[in-house]
């Protein structure tokens, strides 16, 4: 129950264990083709260029980031938490002036901050993170996508640990680029990232289309060869050939990530996007209110909470690193701490994929009670286990579960 990477769906661990097949074998490409039409649903997106970056989530932020930045391009970071700084940092590498604005750890931006620095910086490309793991914020985008095509500007967002556990509309919300991960609310292992490219996005990728020289027909060189991606694995030119109708190889797709990933779409899209969204708010509140009623406080701006994790504050006076041990050793539950300035002073609690579940819950603060009161706080018996009841209870009768 930490922060991800969580308990895959048995349904997904069966279906990685499917018999290999080539990479041009007609299944082989029949799969691809409907890994990328399921993805295309579960980013809320008519994108032809939906496909997966094989690698984890960061795989997938290094390939929209070296594909979209050309060196000296200028590129808006806001920085929200710890994986606003990987953005920042990959940016950086793939030669961006890179620019960036910070908020406290535990808050999100005013889309009139976002606002602001880019008529400032006008930068080719704003790189904002959805959901950020480490501080449990999740930071509205719905009103960024209008302000980045005001300004010309390219939207990107690393959904990695809110895709399917909050609302993400790709095109609704003017979003050219947006990349995740298994091991969150998709319920999967890591190690496949989904990611989705606007036509904008697409038409810059193209741009700077390159062919290995191997497999070129001679016809295909790019005019200006400082245009080139700087990445061969990660370049997005390349892999939409090789997922698109040309099928022109590039590596080889990994098989039983593929399948592993199409089964975590197709799990959500018979669930249905906005159920399991729902699914994730109810539980993860549920969590929420069970660590109220254990009497613990809960970090950062709780309007803005991704519904996903949740982060609690340790304590004073408890040491969080042998009470996260306990509760793995005695109970063989896993929860987080944090990085950074949070490191030590929060625990996080994820309610994610496959363990957002009522009974994944209980257990958790059951176990949590006899773990702090171990630890020497003083816990009224039952009120973790109980306030989520009432919770679930209170909940059913608005028909909410
Ligand atoms: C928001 C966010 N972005 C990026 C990453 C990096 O993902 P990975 O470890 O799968 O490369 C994580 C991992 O937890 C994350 O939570």
Redesign the pocket.
């Known amino acids: 129950m930490g922060?991800?990477?969580i308990n895959a769906d048995p349904r997904v661990l069966r279906a990685l264990s499917a018999p290999l097949i080539g990479q041009y074998d007609p299944a082989m490409t029949q799969y691809m083709h409907e890994t990328m039409q399921l993805y295309r649903e579960v980013f809320a997106t008519d994108n032809t260029a939906t496909l997966l970056i094989d690698?984890?989530?960061?795989?997938?932020?290094e390939a929209v980031l070296v594909s979209l930045i050309k060196p000296g391009e200028r590129v808006l970071v806001p920085i929200f938490?710890?994986?606003g700084h990987?953005?920042r940092e990959i940016a950086e590498r793939c030669g961006g002036e890179v620019h960036v604005i910070e908020c406290p750890w535990g808050e999100v931006f005013q889309p009139e901050q976002i606002e602001t620095a880019i008529r400032k910086v006008k930068p080719r490309l704003l790189a904002l993170?959805?959901?950020?793991?480490?501080t449990t914020m999740c930071q509205p985008l719905a009103e960024i996508g209008a302000i980045c095509r005001r300004e010309d500007v390219l939207f990107y967002t690393?959904?990695?640990?809110?895709l399917a556990g909050n609302s993400l509309k790709t095109d609704e919300w003017g979003l050219d680029a947006v990349?995740a991960?298994l091991?969150?609310c998709l319920a999967g292992p890591?190690?496949s990232?989904p990611l989705t490219l606007s036509s904008r996005a697409v038409e810059v990728v193209h741009g700077r289309r390159h062919v290995e020289a191997g497999i070129s027909s001679g016809r295909d060189r790019l005019t200006d060869p400082g245009a080139r991606i700087r990445s061969n694995y990660f370049d997005l030119s390349m892999i939409l050939d090789y997922w698109g109708e040309l099928r022109l190889n590039h590596h080889t797709e990994a098989t039983s990530m593929l399948y592993g990933a199409r089964e975590c779409a197709r799990l959500l899209i018979n669930e249905g996007m906005e159920n399991a969204i729902d699914r994730h708010a109810l539980h993860g509140q549920a969590m929420v209110e069970g660590l109220k009623g254990l009497g613990l406080e809960m970090f950062g701006d709780q309007a803005h909470r991704m519904h996903n994790v949740s982060a609690a504050v340790i304590p004073a006076g408890l040491e969080g690193e042998g009470l996260r041990r306990s509760m793995l050793e005695d109970f063989g539950i896993e929860i987080g701490t944090s990085f950074g300035p949070l490191h030590g002073k929060v625990w996080r609690f994820g309610v994610m994929g496959y363990n957002a579940r009522r009974d994944t819950v209980l257990t958790t603060l059951a176990a949590l009670e006899q773990t702090l009161r171990r630890g020497g706080i003083s816990v009224v018996g039952g009120s973790g286990v109980g306030t989520a009841l009432d919770f679930y209870s209170d909940q059913a009768l608005r028909g909410h579960a």
């Open positions: 922060p991800g990477p690698g984890t989530s960061r795989a997938g932020i938490g710890r994986f990987l953005l993170v959805q959901g950020d793991t480490s690393d959904a990695t640990a809110s990349t991960g091991q969150k890591s190690g990232s």
